[in-house]
């Protein structure tokens, strides 16, 4: 084969494996945005033989010869297809291991359990689901056996969201982490409330959907190719960077839910969105690893969303959605709203402060659960005690705890820890975007473009270019450090809760 | 290879094309509900790679083996085995003869060709779309010629979408259509109008809503494997059996267009639900012909939908969702306002009595466009020209005249006769199921199953197992004869216009 021919394979194989990834994605997303639950089961045989048309491509004789013949030429490669070449071969030896039967039924296995984790979820009937987590973590340590049997099991679900992330490495950070938090939360928790009222509001429906568009625009977010829907829990799914979606879910009787969810996967969005046109049909489109996503995503929610520059930003957005609602409230109350901290049941509404503690709950479950010391029938009793030990609150039943999340119906075993490194990373990317502008003056200003630009600039352009952990110290110019994340919060909830007073 | 062997492997290519229609049907429905135009070209690149892998399928040495082997096991076959193998011999001696690459480019520039005339439509905007209806007629031109380069290219396009239809048969039963229509219409439009005012009220979208999915029960339509959606143009498409989508367009100041579209969609969804479990994977399953689907949908629609008896059901209904808007209003001032029959602009919203004008004019086009005669620039003035001359009326615009059909932008020239067709099928099936059962009783006691259980055993469940003309000379227990047709209309149009006062 020539170089040539190899490169034009190679660019072809690509192109297929985007198109199966952008119809099974497509699927997964039609499921979990109306789809009826009749219809799970004829989309799991379809999902199936998608799936399988998919490793074909990924395992196939032209992407063997293809790899072989450019390893061979390695020399002449530019560093685009090299990283290409490079995790083009981790896949296929990836795959390679997984025999082809386990890899549908796996792809199967998570289309019904979704369905079913949607139904038990609205039931309140954590029995019905149980048996996949069982068969899920099951199927999952099967793969990292497979695959990788010298790493310890949890470590490979880690690596799979964030390269190079370890059980070691997490504990050593959520213990930096639960070293200055659970003490803050402790001290906020001591003080007085803030007052939140402009949230306990009625907020009609339909306009909070006007709000969500406006919301989109104000974060550059380019409607003409992300696609806002409504679902049970928010996600954002980008079928390639010409076609993401983003979800979210209104509560009438508190609007800073959708609002901050919309802010949110709109975080994802324009990460999605931004990678450089040239890696768009190639394994290079796309974020780079779940915590740098999620990075992404809470630095808008968290960092921008809930500065007080936004809210000054917003406010006459929001009294001319809701001139009755937003009446005789200021700026300022929709600052302290937003920002209201409390020991709380649900993690993706939970606030900035007491957010990574919920993080540490799931880590510590998952964990147990692919040691082996736990199984599905522990968990309701185990997450019950566990927010107990970290929130100090009862969880009323298992809908509004241990069923709440997408990720184990999803296989997402080892995401978790991720938003808590993604949040770990904001107040040191703002740190370094600070040194070159000032960001609340921007914000202030309505320039959320000079932001993307740089966000743009440092870090969403390289797509999956660089690892993870390279890309973070090439932004920083130094290594990550988690103080960054610990006293951007010790100073923002001393302001807020007066604890310097 | 074994018989068994051929048999197993004749359902494993059937799943797979059955997948992959299923994908690509969802990547279709995706971009007429709401996916942002931006998204198109990258649903054109998928789109053109699952064509191809389901060409591969198709035309493969699998299937090319599993057909020969058991067409010389023939005599052992069953019937429904030999109607597979019959039809799957036919896709692929069509498939062979027309290369892969003008496959794969024709499914892209069916994609592009709809979201152009999306925003073509939108925006009244002729000339943009129109080099797409001389490359798409161009193209199927090339079609036909390439797979039976001994028929007329018109016929070929008849033949798809009912299979035996011929432009001769359309000019004889047109001709008969024409003969007892036009005078009627003559006589309809001279008597004073009827009262329609109960359609002039405002219904709000949220409330028609509402009633779409209360709609949707009266007919038995199962919302677990049955999904509405909401379009700029009602339509159906059935994935498999197990997901059905029908979508309406609501219009706040004349709800009863949602109201029918619904019944029509309905109809049609009805029909792909219910074929038999044992079609479901194979290329048996749905219905059998566009003729005998639109007889469904324009039997519920219409026959059903717009008699006295459904109205008087349908009443309490509306008088509990709509009680300011209906006061004052009877079931017979429902019925009235649903027969309403006068010359008008959209195909979609034309009374019953009016509709096969609007397939003649179509009919008409197509024919000069596929005989050479006119090109796409020569339509707008030849469309209006027709209106004319049909209905009497002038296209005050594109958007409500040529640009109106979606049709013609998915490559569907030759499907419209089917409505025709379809709706003369209608009366001749009533007729019979009266000899079973007073139908108009059934309908008023609210016992719609009973028609539902009716053409599930004469039509539905038989999928695609008997040839279309076949299976309506079975129902009919005669040959096929529009003179019910025709006999229906002036019986129904003289009662609600007192001709014959």
């Not at 964030?162 to 003080?191: H, M, N, Q, W, Y």
């Not at 298992?398 to 296989?411: A, E, F, K, Y």
């Not at 200003?445 to 999956?464: A, K, P, V």
Request: glycine content about 6%; hydrophobic content about 35%; proline content about 4%.
């Amino acid at each position: 084969m020539e170089l040539k021919e190899a490169l034009n394979t190679l660019d072809r194989i690509q192109r297929k494996e985007i198109a199966y990834m952008h119809a099974m994605g497509l699927l997964s997303y039609d499921g979990s945005t109306g789809a009826p639950e009749g219809t799970a089961q004829n989309r799991g045989e379809t999902l199936g033989v998608l799936s399988e048309a998919a490793y074909a491509v990924t395992t196939g004789k032209d992407t063997r010869q293809t790899l072989a013949c450019l390893k061979d030429h390695w020399e002449e490669l530019d560093d685009v297809t090299r990283r290409i070449v490079e995790r083009k071969e981790k896949d296929l030896a990836e795959l390679s291991r997984i025999p082809v039967e386990e890899y549908v039924a796996y792809t199967r296995l998570i289309n019904e359990a979704d369905a079913v984790w949607h139904k038990a979820k609205e039931q309140n009937d954590y029995n019905s689901f149980a048996p996949y987590i069982d068969k899920i973590v099951s199927a999952r340590k099967r793969n990292a056996f497979l695959v990788s049997p010298e790493m310890d099991p949890y470590d490979y679900q880690l690596d799979k969201f964030e390269e190079g992330l370890t059980r070691s490495k997490c504990e050593a950070f959520f213990k930096t982490l639960k070293e200055d938090i659970v003490p803050l939360v402790k001290k906020v928790t001591a003080r007085p409330q803030v007052d939140d009222a402009i949230n306990k509001m009625h907020y009609p429906l339909a306009q909070q959907e006007v709000l969500s568009r406006k919301l989109m625009d104000l974060i550059g977010l380019d409607r003409n190719h992300c696609m806002l829907g409504v679902t049970e829990h928010p996600f954002t799914t980008g079928f390639t960077k010409y076609d993401v979606r983003i979800t979210t879910h209104y509560h009438e009787d508190s609007f800073l839910s959708s609002l901050y969810s919309v802010i949110h996967e709109g975080g994802h969005a324009l990460y999605e969105l931004h990678v450089d046109d040239r890696f768009a049909y190639t394994c290079l489109g796309g974020g780079v690893s779940m915590g740098v996503h999620e990075s992404q995503s809470r630095f808008y929610e968290n960092i921008i969303g809930r500065s007080e520059a936004f809210c000054e930003l917003l406010m006459p957005t929001l009294q001319e959605l809701f001139p009755e609602q937003t009446k005789g409230f200021s700026a300022h109350d929709l600052f302290f709203a937003a920002n209201k901290a409390e020991p709380s049941l649900i993690r993706t509404e939970a606030d900035e402060l007491t957010y990574t503690l919920h993080i540490m709950i799931r880590y510590e479950i998952e964990k147990k659960l692919f040691a082996g010391e736990v199984t599905s029938k522990d968990l309701p009793e185990l997450w019950n005690a566990l927010y107990r030990e970290f929130l100090g609150i009862s969880v009323p039943d298992d809908r509004r705890g241990v069923l709440q999340d997408t990720h184990w119906s999803g296989g997402m075993f080892g995401y978790f820890p991720s938003y808590a490194l993604g949040s770990a990373y904001g107040p040191q990317i703002l740190h370094r975007m600070e040194q070159d502008f000032d960001v609340f003056e921007a914000v202030k200003n309505n320039r959320i473009s000079r932001i993307n630009d740089w966000l743009c600039e440092h870090i969403w352009q390289y797509g999956c270019l660089y690892k993870p952990g390279e890309l973070m110290e090439k932004v920083f110019n130094e290594p990550f450090d988690p103080k960054y994340y610990t006293d951007y919060l010790k100073t923002k909830y001393a302001a807020i809760y007066g604890l310097n007073d």
